[in-house]
Nanobody
């Protein structure tokens, strides 16, 4: 299983970005997908996750600003990020968990200028 993330970039505070991540390989139903991020000098943290049933969960620091979604036909997960803040700057990683095996994408840089 491989995950390929896209969509990072440099934006100004208040603007939006949409990250996408496509999984390839032996993808099965019932997997859970998520986005994590690693801010400079910090450990990786959960941003949002979505179950195979479409149930979502968000970190408090992104509630109301970010939206996670998935397209099982494309084996893809998305993260719509609105109202970006400079403190959102970091590397964003997509994540897939199936059969309790964890897979990570390569990370995509998001930089928000003030």
């Amino acid at each position: 299983v491989q995950l390929q993330a896209h969509g990072g970039g440099l934006v100004q505070a208040g603007e939006s970005l949409k990250l996408s991540c496509t999984a390839s390989g032996n993808i099965v139903r019932g997997n859970h997908m998520a986005w994590h991020r690693q801010l400079p000098g910090h450990e990786r943290q959960l941003v949002a996750r979505i179950t195979s049933f479409g149930a979502t969960d968000y970190a408090d620091f992104v509630k109301g600003r970010f939206t996670i979604s998935r397209d099982d036909g494309k084996n893809a997960v998305y993260l719509q990020m609105n109202g970006l803040k400079p403190e959102d700057t970091g590397v964003y990683y997509c994540y897939l968990n199936q059969y309790k095996v964890r897979y990570w994408g390569q990370g995509t840089q998001v930089t928000v200028s003030s």
